[in-house]
């Protein structure tokens, strides 16, 4: 399971606020954010390199992220990989652009999946189901949680617990460099391991990853990325052009 949230505030200066863990299993080989796919020059993404695609894509100030849905983890025969998603996503123009083009796709194709897809006018959920077409939704303004269930599922023990804390948390001051309250809120160990927010290692299996994401209104977003468990890893820019 990983875990993506999201501030949506329309008409700020900072409109899409992102914070995400990727959880995963601890030998699968991983490349941190950059451009690896010289067919999308403009596209920063992480490389997951057993699969070839990414978790989370980037390209100027359109993002898009993947995750798998209860029961879900890994890939399968005779399936697409999901980690290709994002990279779709960001071949277009705005989030609801790439939301329409992922909402016409063969669910078939893939396991299970939800999706993330914000830029700084709109933000979208969807959802594949391994039948018929994804499923999807604009989310509305506010703080928002997706995990491997649909947005702000009270059936997901994750969101139960953390998404209130995000909620109440002092908004991250992009311009200002401060996500401090946010980097706490990912780097939390505490509590049991189902609703955990940093997964610690077990089994093979933990946080491999963060990232902190703002989208301005004009001018060049922020990526943060820590290349290790939120609570170990320090949180470094990643380069991106402004859009």
């Known amino acids: 399971m990983c875990t993506v949230i999201l501030l949506l505030r329309p008409n700020h200066a900072w409109p899409v606020l992102i914070a995400a863990n990727r959880d995963e299993r601890l030998d699968r080989p991983w490349d941190p954010p950059g451009a690896y796919w010289p067919e999308q020059p403009a596209t920063v993404a992480g490389r997951d390199r ?48 790439a939301a329409d083009a992922l909402l016409a796709l063969d669910a078939a194709e893939y396991r299970s999946f939800n999706m993330v897809i914000a830029d700084r006018h709109s933000a979208h959920f969807i959802r594949g189901l391994c039948d018929g077409q994804p499923e999807g939704w604009a989310l509305p303004p506010g703080c928002h949680m997706v995990t491997a269930h649909d947005p702000d599922d009270p059936d997901s023990p994750r969101t139960r617990a953390h998404r209130p804390r995000f909620a109440a948390a002092p908004a991250p001051d992009p311009v200002a460099g401060d996500w401090t309250a946010w980097q706490k809120l990912l780097a939390d160990v505490s509590g049991p391991r189902a609703a955990a927010l940093n997964v610690p290692p077990q089994d093979g299996f933990g946080t491999v990853c963060s990232s902190l994401v703002g989208l301005p209104a004009a001018g060049t977003p922020e990526w943060l990325f820590a290349a290790g468990p939120p609570d170990r890893a320090a949180f470094r820019p990643i380069a991106l052009a402004p859009h």
């Open 50 to 97: 057993l699969g070839g695609g990414t978790w989370m894509a980037m390209r100027g100030g359109l993002l898009a992220a993947v995750l798998n849905r209860p029961g879900s983890l890994g890939p399968s025969p005779g399936k697409l990989s999901r980690g290709g998603l994002p990279l779709l996503a960001v071949r277009h123009g705005s989030a609801s652009a």
